[in-house]
């Protein structure tokens, strides 16, 4: 593809690391270094990023506490014909983060918005959780007070998707009591720390999952909550691969066709069938011949 310059008069959506500092796309270094002004959450945390690469801009704040009034400045200078940069302290501008007034308001006054794409943490927690990603809603941050939070897992109780949140470590707890109250034993998946050095993933059911995190001491780093959707069972792979397995090896059938059988027996499609026999650890058929 051509190169495309940075665009006069353009607000910039770039997506920043959300951990590891190598996670940047060269899009968005590209188009830091040519804008003429980098918005950011927290400018000491930006020129962290920025000087990791050598990137010099001029910096101003854009934060929860000033967006209205700095949304429109920057549109302002947008319709000057500027460049700006908007970036947050991790991931996608606008995405729990600073960054719908800006973009309203450059559409509003007929401003061009680019997002650069890069990393985003609840995609990220999303691919490597194992429940599935077909249909998924991500809802932000909980509610902070109790009454809130119940209110609205209960309103995504029937929810067909997996849910996905972003939690606070110190509310952690608290919320997965919540779940085990308002969902009972769905699973869930804990995504801590991600692309960071202490980055795990914590998988059962949330009252399992719940005293594991009792167990610690203290709950530390940033949290992404999956919760899987209405009916998806505790273990999930469970009978289909116990079935898949037994056809594999008492009946000799091959995978393909072990698949096809227990998918047919349980009621389910072959590539939900399939899905729940690779979650088993078991070797994966192609799932395109399913």
Aim: glycine fraction near 6%; proline fraction near 6%; charge should be neutral.
């Amino acid at each position: 593809m051509a190169y495309n310059a940075p665009m006069a008069g353009v607000i910039y959506l770039v997506a920043t690391p959300i951990g590891n500092l190598e996670d940047i796309t060269l899009r968005a270094l590209r188009v830091l270094r040519e804008v003429d002004v980098v918005a950011c959450e927290d400018t000491r945390h930006a020129k962290k990023l920025l000087d990791h690469y050598n990137i010099s801009q001029p910096l101003v704040s854009y934060h929860e506490h000033n967006e209205p009034a700095r949304a429109a400045k920057l549109v302002d200078q947008a319709v000057a014909g500027r460049a700006i940069a908007v970036v947050s302290d991790a991931g996608m501008p606008g995405i729990s983060d600073p960054g719908y007034r800006v973009v309203s308001q450059a559409i509003a006054r007929g401003v061009p918005v680019v997002p650069i794409p890069g990393p985003v943490a609840a995609e990220a927690a999303l691919a490597g959780s194992g429940l599935p990603a077909e249909a998924f809603r991500f809802g932000g941050f909980l509610p902070a007070k109790q009454a809130q939070r119940k209110k609205q897992l209960q309103a995504l109780a029937s929810e067909s998707a997996t849910l996905i949140f972003y939690e606070a470590p110190h509310r952690i707890l608290h919320t997965l009591e919540d779940v085990v109250e308002i969902l009972g034993k769905r699973p869930v998946v804990i995504a801590r720390e991600l692309t960071k050095v202490h980055e795990e993933f914590l998988r059962g059911n949330a009252a399992e999952v719940l005293e594991e995190l009792k167990r610690r001491p203290a709950v530390k780093g940033e949290i992404t909550l999956l919760i899987a959707r209405r009916g998806e069972a505790h273990e999930p792979a469970g009978s289909v691969c116990a079935r898949v397995q037994e056809l594999i090896e008492k009946q000799n059938l091959q995978p393909m066709a072990a698949v096809k059988q227990a998918a047919r027996e349980h009621g389910l499609s072959k590539r939900e069938a399939y899905r729940r026999w690779t979650l088993g650890g078991f070797d994966a058929a192609d799932p395109e011949r399913l």
